[in-house]
């Protein structure tokens, strides 16, 4: 089955940038792929998600203008790239995938997930 796993976290700078990367690997293919992030004490927050059917990429509100998805289907990743990081984007990214083309903003509705990639950005 697909496996997911992500690349590019660390420690950055408020107003810094800093770009994830999410590979995936496997048998079967995933029409949406999604960003999603979780802080200690915190709800697991939608950040973001990309669908091979087309149509605009998604991004929750708190990272929209800021962070930008795109999808490589020739080499079956997905990309995140952060800018004008604040510290209140410091948390775990995890990199979401499920077959079905329509974007859900639902971390229930994705059954393929990474490790997960610590994000921190300082003050």
């Known amino acids: 089955q697909v496996q997911l796993a992500e690349s590019g976290g660390g420690l950055v700078q408020a107003g810094g940038s800093l770009t994830l990367s999410c590979a995936a690997s496997?048998?079967?293919?995933?029409?949406?792929m999604a960003w999603f992030r979780q802080a200690p004490g915190n709800q697991r927050e939608f950040v973001a998600a990309?669908?091979?059917?087309?149509?605009?990429?998604v991004y929750g509100d708190s990272v929209r203008g800021r962070f930008a998805i795109s999808r490589d289907g020739t080499k079956n990743s997905a990309s995140l790239q952060m800018n004008s990081l604040k510290p209140e984007d410091t948390a775990v990214y995890y990199c979401?995938?499920?077959?079905?083309?329509?974007?859900?903003?639902?971390?229930?509705?994705?059954?393929?997930w990474g490790q997960g990639t610590q994000v921190t950005v300082s003050s």
């Open positions: 496997g048998r079967s293919f995933s029409n949406v």
């Open positions: 990309i669908s091979w059917a087309g149509g605009s990429p």
């Open positions: 979401a995938a499920r077959s079905p083309t329509v974007i859900s903003r639902d971390w229930r509705q994705y059954n393929k």
